[in-house]
């Protein structure tokens, strides 16, 4: 019901603490609600997004770029066969002058298994295969590789996870103000834009090596089902 359902502040307002596990987000809202409320964040510093926020001021104390998982926790050898199957279905949907531009994804670049490997680069299948490792044994495993997990369970514990200041700074990057004069003058430079090539053409290329650079390659985005 529409009408019933509690607002993002209410809900916010409500929890000890945010966790964002996404392996994509549009304009990073989930991170600006979080300090809004003077909540606890822990989550991914996404590459699509983080540079801007950092230029904004934000300083998330419990971000992280990977999470590492020992390869001996699942099946690697079924895991990069699955990874290569589906990396070529879906190369395959791709127009002819778009595949050229796709960086191999990191798990198949290697045919020998690496010692660990990110969370977040495994298909479903492999994520539930870990999911499904009693936690003392997976903890121990995961956190010898990712310190800061010690860091924010001991955090957690005494209730001391820690926030993330709204920065001065940020006012004149956002806001409805920030916005329109930003847009203005775009709409300026494109009127102004010299006949030395297509500005638009040029946005367009950048944002596809952006899209189909290695560090936007996620199994889970190959499949239309995950």
């Given at each position: 019901?529409?009408?019933?359902?509690?607002?993002?502040?209410?809900?916010?307002?409500?929890?000890?603490?945010?966790?964002?596990t996404?392996?994509?987000?549009?304009?990073?809202?989930?991170?600006?609600?979080?300090?809004?409320?003077?909540r606890?964040?822990?989550?991914?510093?996404?590459p699509?997004?983080?540079?801007?926020?950092?230029?904004?001021?934000?300083?998330?104390?419990?971000?992280?770029?990977?999470?590492?998982?020992?390869?001996?926790?699942f099946?690697?050898?079924?895991?990069?066969?699955?990874?290569?199957?589906?990396?070529?279905?879906?190369?395959?949907?791709l127009?002819?002058?778009?595949?050229?531009?796709?960086?191999k994804?990191?798990?198949?670049?290697?045919?020998?298994?690496?010692?660990?490997v990110p969370?977040?680069?495994?298909?479903?299948?492999?994520?539930?295969?870990?999911?499904?490792?009693?936690?003392?044994?997976?903890?121990?495993?995961?956190?010898a590789?990712?310190?800061?997990l010690?860091?924010?369970?001991?955090?957690?514990?005494?209730?001391?996870?820690?926030?993330?200041?709204?920065?001065?700074?940020?006012d004149?990057?956002?806001?409805?103000?920030?916005y329109?004069?930003?847009?203005?003058?775009?709409?300026?430079?494109?009127?102004?834009?010299?006949?030395?090539?297509?500005?638009?053409?040029?946005?367009?290329?950048?944002?596809?090596?952006?899209?189909?650079?290695?560090?936007?390659?996620?199994?889970?985005?190959?499949?239309?089902?995950?």
């Amino acid at each position: 019901d529409e009408t019933r359902k509690p607002s993002v502040p209410e809900l916010l307002a409500a929890s000890e603490a945010v966790l964002l596990t996404s392996i994509q987000e549009g304009f990073g809202l989930p991170y600006l609600e979080a300090a809004t409320a003077r909540r606890p964040l822990i989550a991914r510093l996404l590459p699509n997004i983080a540079p801007d926020l950092d230029t904004f001021g934000f300083r998330f104390p419990q971000a992280y770029a990977e999470l590492l998982v020992p390869t001996v926790l699942f099946d690697w050898k079924r895991e990069r066969a699955r990874q290569e199957r589906f990396f070529r279905e879906w190369l395959r949907l791709l127009p002819h002058t778009l595949r050229r531009q796709v960086v191999k994804p990191i798990a198949l670049a290697s045919v020998q298994p690496p010692s660990a490997v990110p969370f977040s680069r495994l298909t479903l299948t492999a994520q539930l295969e870990i999911l499904t490792v009693p936690v003392k044994e997976s903890w121990p495993a995961c956190a010898a590789l990712n310190p800061f997990l010690k860091t924010w369970r001991r955090r957690a514990r005494i209730g001391k996870l820690r926030t993330t200041p709204w920065p001065r700074t940020a006012d004149q990057w956002l806001g409805p103000t920030a916005y329109a004069r930003r847009f203005v003058r775009l709409l300026h430079a494109r009127q102004h834009a010299s006949a030395e090539g297509n500005p638009a053409l040029s946005t367009q290329r950048d944002l596809l090596a952006k899209t189909f650079a290695t560090a936007n390659q996620y199994p889970l985005l190959w499949r239309l089902r995950t």
